[in-house]
């Protein structure tokens, strides 16, 4: 097993390892006194784990009841969010109890969003079982539900208590999602220096803890820095602000991973042509999600891409702020006009 902590105002473990949903009763016990646990799942999730965290959960002492709702991210509303909220409330949770968010990325931002909100805030716990929970979601403290005009706009800040990977879970993961998930990967290897070499030939067993680690380790760098996302957390967003315009024309059937390996690729291409990186630079990049196949070309044109990229929740007036990359382990923000984004989107392949 391998731990990871992360050093923020109320700092806590992210713990990687195979088995660990057989102990999450234990180590849940040992970072709060609650009498019950309420857990947050969608039903992919809940029922290959459910039972085993409810019976470890009841086996550590704790009271718990459950709410399960439909997978995917066109649950990810306020009017589910508002359905968990009355259920926590049916269940008579109170302020002392912990809420144990079950699942990827919906199950553990909803969870977050709900434990954020409930009676002013409640505790809660990640178990994530994506690989993009685990290097991504589950860490960091952002919680949130998408608007009908946007995805994450209405959320808080609020970091779990610990945050549990267990590998074992991956087993079940379709070979898409987890493909997604070596996208977010992908974008940490480009952040630091180190990751990337390891990320070739793909890795499993030991080999995927130790880069999930590395990741976790890497998103520790930035949000410990920058909890609240005011200045060099937005690097997190490296091909996330092309890849939300592309995962939105998509109306969503794109995977989040998929998106931002196509929005990767294009900034990656963007600043090779502006001479921000070298061309070999932005060769390496997209081979390497090439050899994950993860998409690289967004099949937008870029009308479609620029209408997206202009409801983006962190644009400035008339400046969009893009994370380019300048060499493999370094990369920096480009304040770009948004008249000049289509010659970016264009520079980046998209036509
Ligand atoms: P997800 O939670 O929808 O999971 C993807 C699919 O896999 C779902 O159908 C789910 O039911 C299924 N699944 C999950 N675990 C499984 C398992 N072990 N076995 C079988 N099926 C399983 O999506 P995701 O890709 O994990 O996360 C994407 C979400 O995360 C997006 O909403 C995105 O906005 C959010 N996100 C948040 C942050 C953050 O910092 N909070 C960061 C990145 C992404
Ligand atoms: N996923 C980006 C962040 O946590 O800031």
Same mark, same amino acid.
């Given at each position: 097993?391998?731990?990871?902590?992360?050093?923020?105002?109320?700092?806590?473990?992210?713990?990687i390892g195979q088995g660990l949903l057989q102990d999450c009763g234990r180590a849940i016990r040992s970072v709060t006194d609650a009498s019950a646990a309420f857990i947050i799942s969608d039903e992919n999730v809940f029922v290959p784990y459910g039972?085993?965290?409810?019976?470890?959960?009841?086996?550590?002492?704790?009271?718990?009841?459950?709410?399960?709702?439909?997978?995917?991210?066109?649950?990810?509303? $306020?009017?589910?969010?508002?359905?968990?909220?009355?259920?926590?409330?049916?269940?008579q949770v109170t302020r002392s109890d912990v809420v144990v968010a079950l699942g990827g990325?919906?199950?553990g931002d909803m969870a977050g969003f709900a434990a954020a909100a409930y009676q002013r805030g409640v505790d809660f716990v990640q178990l994530p079982t994506t690989l993009l929970a685990a290097v991504d979601s589950s860490v960091g403290g952002k919680t949130a539900v998408d608007l009908k005009g946007g995805k994450n706009l209405a959320g808080a800040f609020h970091q779990p208590l610990l945050v549990l990977c267990d590998t074992d879970t991956f087993r079940t993961l379709p070979d898409r999602e987890l493909t997604s998930g070596?996208?977010?990967?992908?974008?940490?290897?480009?952040?630091?220096?180190?990751?990337?070499?390891?990320?070739?030939?793909v890795p499993s067993g030991e080999a995927l803890e130790d880069v999930i680690a590395r990741c976790v380790s890497i998103k520790n760098d930035y949000v410990s820095a920058d909890e609240f996302d005011r200045g060099c957390r937005a690097l997190l967003n490296l091909g996330h602000t092309v890849g939300h315009a592309a995962e939105a024309c998509s109306g969503y059937r794109l995977l989040h991973g998929e998106a931002v390996a196509m929005g990767l690729a294009a900034i990656a291409?963007?600043?090779?042509?502006?001479?921000?990186?070298?061309?070999?630079?932005?060769?390496?990049?997209?081979? $390497?999600?090439?050899?994950?196949?993860?998409?690289t070309e967004i099949p937008f044109s870029v009308p479609e891409l620029r209408r997206e990229m202009l409801r983006d929740k962190k644009r400035s007036g008339s400046e969009l702020n893009l994370i380019v990359p300048e060499a493999i382990g370094r990369c920096r923000t480009e304040t770009v006009p948004v008249g000049d984004l289509d010659a970016w989107l264009r520079d980046g392949g998209v036509s």
């Open positions: 097993m391998k731990t990871v902590h992360v050093n923020v105002s109320r700092g806590y473990d992210v713990r039972r085993t965290v409810m019976e470890r959960l009841q086996g550590a002492g704790f009271l718990v009841d459950h709410y399960v709702f439909p997978h995917g991210e066109q649950s990810k509303n $306020l009017r589910v969010w508002g359905d968990i909220l009355e259920a926590m409330c049916a269940a990325g919906v199950p070596f996208a977010e990967v992908i974008k940490y290897a480009v952040l630091e220096d180190g990751l990337f070499s390891a990320l070739d030939p291409r963007a600043s090779a042509v502006r001479g921000i990186c070298s061309a070999e630079t932005a060769d390496r990049i997209v081979a $390497l999600l090439q050899r994950y196949n993860l998409p």
